[in-house]
């Protein structure tokens, strides 16, 4: 395995333990914020996933795959923002 290949698989296993502890936030919360930022994180995550996985494989056809995962992310934090902040309007 050439050095990069190697570093490539220690960065997706970390990631793999940061997603565990996104996953964590998303279901113990305790707020709804709390819940929209893990989400979010999760979506970063991925395509860090997804890059080190091209790096690895030297496959350019991941990086617009990781483009549009961080776009449809970007898309549900938005409305999931969106929507807390209008429950919170209504609550008042």
Request: proline fraction near 2%; hydrophobic fraction near 60%.
């Amino acid at each position: 395995m050439t050095p990069s290949a190697i570093a490539a698989e220690i960065v997706i296993w970390m990631l793999s333990a940061a997603i565990l502890t996104a996953a964590t936030r998303m279901a113990l919360g305790p707020t709804a914020a709390d819940r929209v930022a893990a989400f979010d994180l999760t979506g970063v995550l991925v395509v860090g996933i997804i890059g080190a996985h091209a790096v690895r494989s030297g496959e350019s056809e991941y990086v617009d795959a990781a483009v549009i995962i961080a776009l449809i992310a970007f898309l549900g934090t938005v409305a999931l923002a969106r929507f807390i902040r209008r429950t919170r309007r209504q609550d008042r």
